[in-house]
């Protein structure tokens, strides 16, 4: 890999392609289910434990206005990391499956759309393209909220 060239995870979510940087991915784990959290956002499906921690687990396909997930063998949770105001915080994305790593090259990633996608743009990167395919590359630190992450209101944008 060249140093023009970055790596990212694709996944599923609905019937979309979706990527986030292979620096901010953690683990992939098996989702065998969430304890829902009264009065958590409606985005967050529940918390799993992390080798004894509290991780929330955010289901995308909900976040990206549709209804909630259908678990399905595939279903898997994508931990990322986020830096929120210099403390790290992980996180889990409920994914429907995931597909690869992949390598693209900067002048691979086009400017997010401003239509004809399920996610919000403001929660997009860009769209990358591949040989065959074109898939979204997520913005982490946008996508997720301070309501979801836990954080005061303040520390993230």
Same mark, same amino acid.
Do not use: D, K
């Given at each position: 890999m060249d140093s023009g060239t970055s790596q990212y995870l694709t996944f /599923?979510?609905?019937d979309g392609e979706y990527a986030i940087s292979i620096v901010r991915i953690r683990e992939i784990l098996e989702f065998s289910g969430a304890t829902r959290v009264p009065g958590s956002p409606p %985005?967050?499906?529940?918390v799993i434990n992390l080798r004894g921690r509290v991780v929330p687990v955010i289901d995308?396909? /909900?976040k990206?206005? %549709?209804s909630r997930s259908a678990v399905t063998?595939? %279903?898997c949770v994508v931990l990322v990391e986020l830096d929120a105001g210099g403390e790290k915080l992980v996180i889990g994305l409920l994914a429907d499956a995931v597909r690869e790593v992949v390598d693209l090259a900067a002048d691979a990633i086009e400017p997010t759309p401003a239509f004809g996608t399920r996610a919000r743009i403001e929660f997009l990167h860009g769209?990358?393209?591949l040989a065959d395919r074109f898939v979204l590359i997520l913005d982490i630190d946008r996508l997720l909220t301070a309501e979801e992450?836990?954080?005061p209101l303040t520390a993230i944008a």
């Open positions: /599923y979510v609905g %985005s967050v499906l529940g995308l396909t /909900y990206f206005g %549709s063998p595939r %279903s769209v990358g393209r992450t836990g954080e």
